[in-house]
């Protein structure tokens, strides 16, 4: 397994950027695929992107296509969400998991960042 921290959340006007980043720590970060999930108050938490270990392949959920983007950087053992033309509903924390995309099962999550998108 390996130990994940997430940084750069905050607060951001309707329409606004950030990045997140997801730190990790511990043996073999090129072995795994990563993903962003999100928990909006009273929801459940859903799948954001995933990105596989070699960074060629990518998947988003509807909400987020073509507004967010995920890569990672396996000689920093760093992984990031690029996100573009925030709306108030991607309101949430955001969590990093490491895993496997198939059978879509991830083993390591971090303590999560809060996004809050102000309008």
């Known amino acids: 397994q390996v130990a994940l921290v997430e940084s750069g959340g905050g607060l951001v006007q309707v329409g606004g950027s950030l990045r997140l980043s997801c730190a990790a720590s511990g043996r073999h970060f090129d072995g795994y695929d990563m993903a962003w999930f999100r928990q909006a108050p009273g929801k459940e938490r859903e799948f954001v992107a995933a990105?596989?270990?070699?960074?060629?392949?990518?998947t988003y959920a509807y909400s987020v296509r073509g507004r967010f983007t995920m890569s990672r950087d396996n000689a920093k053992n760093m992984a990031y969400l690029e996100m573009n033309s925030l709306k108030p509903e991607d309101t949430a924390v955001y969590y990093c998991?490491?895993?496997?995309?198939?059978?879509?099962?991830?083993?390591?999550w971090g303590q999560g960042t809060q996004l809050t998108v102000s309008s």
């Open positions: 998991a490491a895993g496997r995309m198939l059978p879509n099962e991830w083993d390591s």
């Open positions: 990105i596989d270990w070699s960074g060629r392949r990518t």
